[in-house]
């Protein structure tokens, strides 16, 4: 095969596998107030800049409350996430701290270093009990 036929074909296939790899995604639930997957917590978050950014540095204020509506106010909150489509997992290592009561807390160092589907997934463990909830955003 001639060496430009070649690079034609490469070029042609490349563009056809290309929207495969990088297409938007599943339409995100972009909920910002979420049931937990058990059921124990109703969990909700803004985010300090809106809408979320791409490539900068944010925080959210969690709200975590029983599903009977009282604040949950000694829980340890795990992040995790990524994008699932890509294979990878958050750029930052986000934090969760106590807020100031009534269930809220502080995620700092949330960071999306491109657009597209991404899911934001926490993982609560409190004397209530233990779930997890994921937020799914569609930058």
Same mark, same amino acid.
């Given at each position: 095969m001639k060496p430009a036929l070649?690079?034609?074909l490469v070029a042609i296939l490349a563009l056809v596998a290309l929207p495969a790899c990088v297409g938007p995604g599943p339409e995100a639930d972009a909920s910002t107030t979420r049931i937990s997957r058990a059921g124990l917590f109703e969990v909700s978050y803004?985010?300090?800049v809106t809408p979320v950014p791409k490539r900068a540095l944010h925080s959210w204020t969690l709200q975590v409350h029983t599903r009977d509506g009282h604040p949950v106010t000694d829980a340890r909150i795990r992040v995790e996430g990524g994008?699932?489509?890509h294979g990878h997992g958050l750029p930052t290592a986000p934090v969760v701290?106590? /807020?100031?009561?009534?269930g809220l807390y502080v995620l700092e /160092?949330?960071?999306?270093?491109m657009g597209g589907y991404w899911v934001v997934d926490l993982v609560i463990t409190s004397p209530e009990g233990n779930d997890d909830v994921r937020f799914e955003l569609n930058l």
């Open positions: 070649r690079h034609s803004t985010s300090t994008m699932p489509q701290r106590a /807020g100031p009561g009534d /160092g949330m960071k999306f270093n």
